[in-house]
């Protein structure tokens, strides 16, 4: 029987100083990423022109100055195998000098030994170009490169290098050597090129536009060293909207909701450069009511964030994250659907496995995970289970390794750590009593909003007013189709007054917004 593919769903909700990104599989929550448009982002990715600032033979490492609070390491296996090149090209790059010339007159040299030394490449004040490879965590500062790459759809460049390698993925050695031959061809002196797994079967049009975008973003950097070689952000990777879109994009992808115009456009033309058939998924959404609580994003991020973490038939997990670990503790709680304890375990165990693979891509949980699962004697069942959280990690992206459980329900789980771990708090203050567990009685709320209304008609002279409430709220003032608040208020102060239920509100919150959108205060 042919497996149905899911359907995977990206919801962008684009604020004002952030985007929120939620992958939905089957319109269940399975990623959720954050992007801050502050400026105050170091991102994976990001190419930066640092400082050196501490050389630590003991490491065989250095501290480098990238503009963070925290100073970036390189160790030296990190600087690439052509850094001298890099090097060259900084020191002799300036305002007075064709960048493309110097570029291609640059020769790579012999490549650096695994076992040199740092101190003998790196000195404090240098100034280096650097790539991140894993984000500020806790007190810990990036983790760079100096192997500097450029990731598109089918192709990650790699200035200063000569090599063209092939992903493993593609079978036929056909096609590996028509890949190899047709980018090698393209590629200009300097270059080299991974050729990524979603290469296979694409055209030449395909790889040559791609690979001119990626060469064209990575010589864009070039003017902003020749013109000051101080500390700064040279170029960063893709929004995340459109990182999210060039890793995950495939047949499966259904459609792609964004609440901005210009970031939909952003990602329209994106799509058109790496999946020109699949442009018209983009959508652009302007429903009334805000993106997330639409498509019930909202509900689920306050279900799935918290400490526990609740499952089918009263199971739930309890998710601990500390510095050095996390811990997930698996109970049963109320479900008893078989007297075979040992069988009810293991249905237990396998819902749980479940979660906690969707939790691990969900919080982008990293570094070692020790998962409490409840004990089982028999010893088919837990190999059972170590296989089936193999099988359902194998959608994760980031590099793992699950070991088997011990004789005491343990398993152990390895995932890649670039970033910090995402938390969000699902616990909410009361707006009216701010904490103190004291509010104003909920039976004359009415009262309070219709003397609101009162005010802004007769005072302000407004004739449309939309109240957002929460759905408890909401629900109180539509009762009754003739005779609710709602509706009496239409009639007593001859406005057109709507209602919007908002799933971030509590139980008594509102607020009131005229005609343009403006909230009233």
Same mark, same amino acid.
């Given at each position: 029987? !042919?497996?149905?593919?899911?359907?995977?769903?990206?919801?962008?909700?684009?604020?004002?100083?952030?985007?929120?990104?939620?992958?939905?599989?089957?319109?269940?929550?399975?990623?959720?990423?954050?992007?801050?448009?502050?400026?105050?982002?170091?991102?994976?990715?990001?190419?930066?022109?640092?400082?050196?600032?501490?050389?630590?033979?003991?490491?065989?490492?250095?501290?480098?100055?990238?503009?963070?609070?925290?100073?970036?390491?390189?160790?030296?296996?990190?600087?690439?195998?052509?850094?001298?090149?890099?090097?060259?090209?900084?020191?002799?790059?300036?305002?007075?000098?064709?960048?493309?010339?110097?570029?291609?007159?640059?020769?790579? /040299?012999?490549?650096?030994?695994?076992? /040199?030394?740092?101190?003998?490449?790196?000195?404090?004040?240098? *100034?280096?170009?650097?790539?991140?490879?894993?984000?500020?965590?806790?007190?810990?500062?990036?983790?760079?490169?100096?192997?500097?790459?450029?990731?598109?759809?089918?192709?990650?460049?790699?200035?200063?290098?000569?090599?063209?390698?092939?992903?493993?993925?593609?079978?036929?050695?056909?096609?590996? #050597?028509?890949? !190899?031959?047709?980018?090698?061809?393209?590629?200009?002196?300097?270059? /080299?090129?991974?050729?990524?797994?979603?290469?296979?079967?694409?055209?030449?049009?395909?790889?040559?536009?791609?690979?001119?975008?990626?060469?064209?973003?990575?010589?864009?950097?070039?003017?902003?060293?020749?013109?000051?070689?101080?500390?700064?952000?040279?170029?960063?990777?893709?929004?995340?909207?459109?990182?999210?879109?060039?890793?995950?994009?495939?047949?499966?992808?259904?459609?792609?909701?964004?609440? %901005?115009?210009?970031?939909? %456009?952003?990602?329209?033309?994106?799509?058109?450069?790496?999946?020109? !058939?699949?442009?018209?998924?983009?959508?652009?959404?302007?429903?009334?009511?805000?993106?997330?609580?639409?498509?019930?994003?909202?509900?689920?991020?306050?279900?799935?964030?918290?400490?526990?973490?609740?499952?089918?038939?009263?199971?739930?997990?309890?998710?601990?994250?500390?510095?050095?670990?996390?811990?997930?503790?698996?109970?049963?709680g109320i479900r008893t659907k078989t007297s075979d304890q040992e069988q009810n375990?293991?249905?237990?165990? #396998? *819902?749980?496995?479940?979660?906690?693979?969707?939790?691990?891509?969900?919080?982008? *949980?990293?570094?070692?995970?020790?998962?409490?699962?409840? %004990?089982?004697?028999?010893?088919?069942?837990?190999?059972?289970?170590?296989?089936?959280?193999?099988?359902?990690?194998?959608? %994760? =992206?980031?590099?793992?390794?699950?070991?088997?459980?011990?004789?005491?329900?343990?398993?152990?789980?390895?995932?890649? =750590?670039? =970033?910090?771990?995402?938390?969000?708090?699902? *616990?909410?203050?009361?707006?009216?009593?701010?904490?103190?567990?004291?509010?104003?009685?909920?039976?004359?709320?009415?009262?309070?909003?219709?003397?609101?209304?009162?005010?802004?008609?007769? !005072?302000?002279?407004?004739?449309?007013?939309?109240?957002?409430?929460?759905?408890?709220? /909401?629900?109180?003032?539509?009762?009754?189709?003739?005779?609710?608040?709602?509706?009496?208020?239409?009639?007593?102060?001859?406005?057109?007054?709507?209602?919007?239920?908002?799933t971030d509100f509590t139980v008594l919150q509102h607020e009131m917004f005229n005609?343009?959108?403006?909230?009233?205060?």
């Amino acid at each position: 029987m !042919e497996s149905v593919k899911p359907d995977k769903d990206l919801i962008v909700d684009v604020k004002p100083t952030s985007v929120h990104i939620a992958l939905m599989e089957n319109h269940r929550l399975i990623e959720y990423n954050t992007e801050s448009s502050t400026g105050e982002n170091f991102s994976v990715g990001d190419v930066h022109l640092g400082r050196v600032k501490k050389i630590l033979p003991s490491l065989n490492a250095a501290f480098v100055d990238i503009g963070d609070k925290k100073e970036a390491f390189i160790h030296y296996l990190d600087l690439g195998l052509y850094f001298n090149a890099f090097d060259q090209f900084v020191k002799r790059l300036n305002k007075n000098v064709n960048p493309a010339d110097l570029y291609g007159q640059i020769e790579l /040299g012999t490549p650096l030994p695994k076992e /040199g030394r740092i101190e003998g490449i790196l000195t404090p004040g240098q *100034m280096v170009i650097a790539q991140i490879v894993k984000e500020p965590i806790s007190t810990k500062g990036s983790r760079l490169t100096a192997e500097i790459s450029l990731a598109g759809r089918n192709v990650v460049l790699l200035p200063f290098a000569e090599k063209v390698s092939i992903s493993q993925k593609i079978g036929s050695k056909e096609e590996k #050597r028509r890949l !190899e031959t047709l980018v090698k061809s393209i590629l200009p002196k300097n270059y /080299g090129a991974i050729i990524r797994t979603a290469a296979e079967g694409k055209n030449a049009a395909t790889l040559v536009s791609e690979i001119q975008s990626l060469i064209q973003k990575w010589e864009s950097s070039w003017q902003k060293i020749a013109k000051d070689k101080s500390i700064q952000l040279l170029f960063t990777e893709y929004s995340k909207t459109t990182t999210v879109l060039r890793d995950l994009l495939n047949d499966s992808f259904s459609n792609i909701y964004i609440n %901005d115009a210009k970031v939909a %456009d952003e990602a329209r033309k994106y799509i058109s450069l790496i999946s020109p !058939e699949q442009e018209k998924i983009v959508h652009l959404y302007d429903g009334k009511q805000p993106i997330f609580d639409h498509f019930e994003v909202t509900r689920q991020i306050k279900g799935s964030f918290g400490k526990v973490v609740p499952m089918r038939q009263g199971a739930y997990l309890v998710i601990e994250t500390t510095e050095a670990l996390n811990v997930i503790d698996v109970n049963s709680g109320i479900r008893t659907k078989t007297s075979d304890q040992e069988q009810n375990s293991y249905e237990v165990n #396998r *819902m749980a496995a479940e979660e906690i693979a969707r939790q691990l891509r969900l919080r982008d *949980m990293g570094g070692i995970v020790i998962v409490d699962f409840i %004990d089982m004697e028999n010893i088919e069942h837990r190999n059972n289970l170590h296989k089936y959280m193999q099988d359902l990690m194998e959608a %994760d =992206r980031a590099k793992h390794n699950v070991l088997p459980l011990t004789k005491f329900g343990l398993m152990q789980i390895t995932r890649q =750590r670039i =970033r910090p771990v995402t938390e969000i708090n699902t *616990m909410e203050q009361c707006p009216v009593c701010h904490g103190t567990g004291k509010i104003q009685s909920s039976v004359v709320i009415d009262e309070e909003i219709e003397r609101r209304i009162s005010y802004f008609v007769i !005072e302000k002279g407004l004739r449309y007013i939309t109240i957002k409430t929460s759905p408890i709220l /909401g629900a109180y003032l539509k009762r009754g189709f003739f005779n609710s608040y709602l509706s009496k208020w239409r009639k007593r102060y001859k406005i057109k007054l709507g209602i919007e239920e908002v799933t971030d509100f509590t139980v008594l919150q509102h607020e009131m917004f005229n005609e343009k959108g403006e909230k009233l205060e």
